[in-house]
């Protein structure tokens, strides 16, 4: 799982020293020059074959670094890195597990010296936009067009997810490798429902009836993880998409102008808004963290939380009795919706990187490729309970309640599977950015019109800010 980071000094200590192209060692003063790609990521390759199609010098060690967070590594020391091993045997695998990616590595991405594959997630991810502006990322497209592991006939791009590769391109090329796919929207305890005959809700009239159902059971109908209130603009954002349409999203990710006040947008956030004026939310939820709200939930203080399927690995341990997890999609906010009532956000996630300056670069697309093989997939899947990218790659994997009921919506999305991409364009835009003005409206602070025009305002600094690579799609 990825969260922004909020240490607004290491960033922007990263942000200048990449920008100058200089960087003061600590205890030293000597300034280290800053290495790019420069466009020569051919001259790494080696000679390719049918058994070697990227060109992966044989006996160079890879050196790897996996963010140890709540996939923890085991997946990469278990799965990935025998396989890499066994069909390389020369060559020494040297793996490090961090928690904070940016503080072990930011000076090495500076000083030229970076690994030759990252795990850049946590909240000490290094952002991703700004190592893409700065050409401090490897291409990946030699990747995606290679043979995939397991059928030579198949390119790696064709056993992946639709928009899989384009979650991670900026502007033309692909940097960045989503590994764990994500299904976001509502959680519920089934056995909770059960007990009560609760029917789950397609509309938000029924939402708002149930909830007054549930409230009549002394259960608080919503909380949310109010500090980090981003995670309410995902059933927003994909509510307002279900009503007017995905090119709503579009607008948006695009920075134009009046993009937040469009209707449909405005309604979501309307219709949210409502449920603190109905007295629906967990009191005290706009203060309480990921932590504190995901608790309260799975203790059965309230009914519904929004979030990704991570959700039931992170609350699994505390999380007691016969509580089980189950997933729903947003409801429609009208009958005569854009949108099937099935449609869905699923973002492909975690990401992985090679570095411009590694030494052995085409190692680290190898890995990326062995990763992304069915076993290698398979593995990850079973040892952090997370669906993938790969295609199918779920299939005969013994999944717990509550990621089967999202892989089973999922499926039932068919092609109504949605997506955003301006938190990974421009991580400032929605934190702190957007984040903090929809704490607002949820709070009660802001009208509906007032967190548009704030929205609006987000977006318009980083439209106004030349020094920040523009994306479109």
């Known amino acids: 799982m990825t969260k922004f980071s909020a240490d607004w000094s290491r960033r922007n200590f990263l942000r200048g020293a990449l920008a100058t192209g200089a960087l003061v060692l600590p ?19 080696g000679e390719t074959s049918a058994d070697n199609p990227l060109g992966v010098p044989t006996d160079s060690p890879i050196e790897i670094y996996i963010f140890n967070g709540g996939f923890g590594d085991k997946y990469a020391t278990d799965v990935h890195e025998p396989m ?19 503080g072990a590595l930011q000076s090495r991405f500076v000083g030229g010296n970076p690994p030759d594959f990252v795990n850049d997630s946590g909240d000490g991810q290094i952002p991703l936009g700004q190592l893409v502006s700065d050409k401090q990322l490897y291409d990946l497209a030699d990747l995606y067009d290679a043979p995939s592991w397991d059928d030579p006939d198949v390119k790696v791009r064709d ?15 692909p940097y960045v490798m989503h590994m764990a796919l994500t299904v976001f929207g509502l959680w519920y305890n089934k056995t909770l429902f059960d007990k009560h005959q609760w029917e789950v809700p397609t509309t938000w009239d029924e939402m708002t009836a149930l909830c007054t159902e549930i409230k009549k059971a002394g259960v608080a109908p919503w909380t949310y993880q109010g500090i980090h209130a981003r995670y309410m603009n995902w059933p927003l954002l994909t509510m307002a998409a279900k009503l007017g349409g995905a090119d709503i999203l579009k607008a948006i990710d695009n920075l134009e102008e009046g993009a937040w006040g469009n209707e449909a947008v405005k309604e979501s956030a309307n219709a949210l808004a409502g449920l603190r004026k109905s007295g629906f939310f967990l009191a005290g939820s706009e203060g309480m963290d990921h932590i504190q709200s995901q608790g309260q939930w ?19 341990d505390v999380t007691k009795g016969d509580f089980e997890f189950a997933y729903m999609a947003e409801p429609l906010l009208s ?11 699923a973002s492909p996630g975690e990401p992985y990187v090679v570095p411009a300056a590694a030494k052995n670069p085409r190692g680290g697309l190898e890995y990326m490729r062995i990763m992304l093989s069915r076993a290698g997939a398979k593995g990850f899947t079973e040892q952090v309970s997370s669906l993938t990218v790969v295609k199918d790659s779920a299939e005969g994997v013994q999944l717990p309640p509550g990621l089967t009921s999202a892989q089973s919506a999922l499926k039932a999305a068919g092609d109504n599977v949605i997506n955003w ?9 929605e934190n702190p950015g957007i984040n903090a003005v929809t704490g607002d409206l949820l709070a009660g602070r802001k009208t509906v019109d007032e967190w548009a025009e704030g929205c609006e305002a987000e977006a318009k600094k980083i439209r106004d800010d030349d020094s920040v690579t523009k994306y479109t799609r």
């Not at 290495?35 to 001259?43: D, F, I």
């Not at 009958?335 to 099937?340: E, G, H, K, R, V």
Request: hydrophobic content about 35%; some cysteine; overall charge negative.
């Open 421 to 429: 991409m301006y938190p990974t364009w421009y991580g400032d835009m």
């Open 159 to 173: 056993t992946l997810v639709p928009g899989a590769v384009e979650q991670g391109t900026f502007g033309d090329a």
């Open 335 to 345: 009958s005569d919706a854009a949108m099937p009532k099935e449609t869905l956000r």
């Open 27 to 45: 205890g030293s003063s000597v300034l280290v020059g800053c290495a790019t790609s420069g466009g020569g990521q051919e001259a790494t390759e």
């Open 84 to 102: 890499y091993k066994e069909k390389y045997p020369k060559a020494k695998i040297n793996h490090k597990a961090e928690v904070d990616i940016a």
């Open 298 to 316: 799975s203790a059965g203080k309230a009914a519904f939380v929004p979030c990704g399927s991570w959700l039931e690995s992170e609350q699994k």
